[in-house]
């Protein structure tokens, strides 16, 4: 009898991981056939095929040529070290040219299935849309993640074979995963605008918001491999691949079989635009102070978990400035650290010297003015970037001014001029008591308004949904954020600088 119970419990556990596989084959069996369909019309298409392979054979020798006459070139100085790496970028532009190619097939497969009319009998299949989404997708990405592997490996077989250079293991697994990151990237936001644009015209116009941002991560890339910062460069695969997943979360949010037959031509209706984003920004309010009552308390009281998330990205953010900065400075003797940091005396003349009149319109660097602008050029760039690229970019740039504090708190309190908590005390809080709940909010909301991307847009139309969700962020940086960078400019011009000068006085040696 006890040898007969573990067979019952087995066959208990072993039915819901049956079931479980069951629904997973059933779920992606469609996938497979819509992959095999398109993968089967991308092969006989000679538009599509001709380009593609000749570019990604044509890529290596050009990047070979290059190679050796970079080579040719520093020998002339006894520089080969630079010639090899510069080795690696090639890799990755040979990697990154099929992907700009073929990112037609992405932008035309919903967009260019629609205007020759072949798209309707997979619209009327038993599948769902999830499904019909995923399968494009993955069918889009097999030959342009075949063309870059195969520019890559040429390149490096000609590499080895005329200069006998070959990268050694974890370069060539960097270089393989920024490669493969940057083409889910691409083929993932080509699928959206595909999705939403209205003819192949229109999508390969968008193209340009894709290609030019990953152009200008390559550069980026390049430096960092001419550097060997391997270490850095796994953060930029782990980034592009949450990127690809937002993207695809995106595509799948808002796609719908029966709007790409539905959406005509669009056009450009600045009036509604208007009328619905001032709308969702100022709602039915007859007066201001209504206005902060009914709209931005909603607002500010819906930003609690993304405030939660933001605060403790700031602390974060300290801490690691904080242990970067004593690694660094633990590499350095005390006697040479002294010698180049200002002593007390020094630092109470620097900071007597910006006190000025409790004003906001008075001149100079130092000025409450000076400070604000250069608040709202940073305002600026982040919430470009936030926009951009689901918030994260621009939660990153905000997350910069606190890793610099940390830093400074270490070197303060490594040369023993204060302690931390008069550290933060004398630099930090009298501004930062409004200057850090602004970042906290402006984090938050441009953490909210990433996710509202990626999120389905029910009972209104795409256009309507982002435009609310641009309101409501929108009213927390008019309604809350710009006035506490105003107080915080105008305490950092006049308020910070005494209180920096009296803990410093009476501050204990």
């Not at 007390?344 to 004003?359: H, K, S």
């Not at 001014?401 to 023993?416: K, M, S, Y």
């Not at 402006?442 to 435009?467: D, E, I, T, V, Y």
Request: hydrophobic share 60%; glycine share 8%.
């Amino acid at each position: 009898m006890s040898g007969g119970i573990p067979m019952v419990e087995s066959r208990d556990e072993a039915a819901p991981r049956a079931r479980f596989w069951a629904r997973w084959r059933t779920w992606w069996h469609p996938v497979w056939v819509i992959v095999r369909r398109e993968l089967r019309d991308q092969r006989r298409d000679w538009r599509i095929l001709t380009p593609l392979v000749g570019l990604t054979l044509f890529f290596p020798v050009l990047m070979l040529f290059t190679a050796n006459r970079m080579v040719a070139f520093v020998q002339r100085f006894g520089a080969e070290l630079i010639a090899e790496r510069l080795f690696p970028f090639l890799l990755l532009i040979v990697g990154f040219f099929p992907l700009s190619i073929s990112l037609v097939i992405a932008l035309e497969s919903f967009a260019g299935e629609r205007e020759r009319g072949t798209i309707e009998p997979l619209l009327v299949a038993p599948i769902t849309d999830g499904q019909f989404y995923v399968g494009k997708l993955l069918a889009v990405l097999v030959l342009p993640l075949l063309a870059s592997y195969l520019g890559v490996a040429a390149l490096l077989l000609s590499l080895y074979v005329r200069t006998g250079w070959y990268p050694d293991v974890a370069l060539l697994i960097v270089v393989v995963a920024l490669v493969t990151a940057k083409a889910v990237v691409m083929i993932s936001g080509a699928m959206v605008v595909s999705t939403q644009a209205t003819s192949v015209r229109s999508a390969n116009l968008l193209a340009s918001l894709i290609i030019i941002p990953i152009a200008l991560l390559l550069q980026n890339e390049a430096t960092l491999l001419l550097w060997r910062r391997m270490d850095v460069l796994w953060y930029y695969v782990a980034a592009l691949l949450v990127v690809a997943v937002l993207l695809t979360r995106t595509g799948l949010a808002h796609f719908n079989r029966e709007g790409l037959l539905g959406r005509d031509l669009d056009a450009l209706n600045l009036g509604w635009a208007w009328r619905t984003f001032w709308g969702a920004f100022w709602g039915q309010a007859p007066s201001l102070r209504a206005w902060y009552r009914e709209q931005i308390g909603p607002n500010l009281r819906a930003l609690r978990v993304p405030l939660l998330l933001m605060a403790g990205l700031l602390v974060v953010a300290v801490v690691i400035g904080a242990h970067l900065t004593n690694t660094y400075l633990n590499q350095i003797p005390d006697d040479v650290l002294l010698a180049n940091m200002p002593d007390r005396d020094e630092m109470v003349t620097n900071l007597a010297g910006l006190r000025g009149p409790l004003t906001f319109f008075g001149g100079g660097r130092w000025s409450a003015r000076a400070i604000l602008a250069h608040n709202l050029r940073a305002i600026a760039l982040v919430s470009l970037l936030g926009v951009l690229s689901y918030g994260v970019a621009g939660v990153l740039v905000l997350l910069l001014p606190f890793a610099l504090l940390g830093a400074g708190q270490a070197l303060i309190t490594r040369v023993g001029l204060m302690s931390v908590p008069a550290y933060w005390l004398a630099f930090v809080l009298p501004h930062g008591i409004f200057e850090i709940p602004a970042v906290l909010l402006l984090g938050a909301a441009l953490l909210r308004l990433g996710a509202a991307w990626a999120s389905p847009a029910r009972g209104q139309s795409l256009g309507a949904f982002w435009l609310r969700a641009l309101a409501q962020w929108a009213q927390v940086l008019v309604g809350v954020v710009l006035p506490l960078f105003v107080l915080a400019a105008i305490a950092e011009a006049w308020l910070t600088p005494r209180v920096a000068v009296w803990v410093l006085l009476h501050q204990l040696p």
